[in-house]
């Protein structure tokens, strides 16, 4: 258990759909990272957040969104699901950049 | 934008040594990541170089050149279970990390 939880942990659901992951950080982590891993792709950055507010943005697509709670457990949203969204999505924690990324186990999203 | 380059598969046998290139071009570079990833599973961080040169953790090692675009993971006493993709990523003052493609080392026998 890296300490960092996500779920679900499998999720399928229909193109035109919309789902939510969720991400709890480590104890003490204030960074939340979402990315996201397809078959034929490596790990793509969507979007940071520290201590609820937005840090960085990667190439989310307008169709996602997130957010960072007050008791810093995050949320992904994704709506209008197409079959290309069909992928891993991870989500990370740090104290600090020099102490890595801790990833949860993340969660696979097949649209049908 | 960033550039992140790292070869596709390598092999190696079990008790060698392999070592796995990375190069990259960025902008408000701040350090760079080594990851493992098993398939299916999450990536474990490896190490983080921050200035040149070589930092040492039992059998695996991770050198950095900032001026070259630099660096390098080593594995020594290679094992089966190292089999794994290793993910090059360079962190930069954006306060964010952009991942390569990765490196699929295969361990034989």
């Known amino acids: ?112 | 934008g960033q550039n992140i380059d790292q070869p596709t598969e390598m092999t190696a046998t079990e008790g060698a040594i392999v070592q796995i290139n990375c190069t990259y071009q960025t902008s408000g570079f701040n350090g760079l990541f080594w990851y493992q990833q098993h398939a299916g599973e999450a990536p474990t961080f490896l190490s983080y170089n921050v200035l040149d040169g070589l930092e040492e953790k039992g059998r695996f090692s991770s050198f950095l050149s900032r001026s070259k675009g630099y660096s390098y993971l080593l594995l020594k006493e290679l094992q089966m279970k190292d089999s794994a993709s290793y993910l090059c990523a360079v962190h930069t003052n954006a306060g964010k990390s952009t991942f390569g493609d990765g490196t699929t080392l295969t361990v034989k026998p």
């Open chain 1, 1 to 112: 258990d890296s300490g960092v939880t996500q779920t679900p942990k499998h999720l399928i659901t229909a193109t035109g759909q919309r789902v939510t992951l969720r991400c709890s950080p480590r104890s003490g982590d204030l960074s939340v990272y979402w990315y996201q891993q397809s078959l034929d792709q490596g790990l793509q950055f969507l979007i940071q957040y520290y201590n609820g507010e937005e840090r960085a943005k990667g190439n989310i697509l307008e169709r996602f969104s997130a957010q960072q709670f007050p008791d810093l457990h995050s949320e992904l949203n994704l709506s209008s699901l197409e079959l290309g969204d069909s992928a891993l999505y991870f989500c990370a924690s740090s104290p600090t950049p020099q102490h890595g990324y801790t990833f949860g186990s993340g969660t696979r999203l097949t649209v049908v």
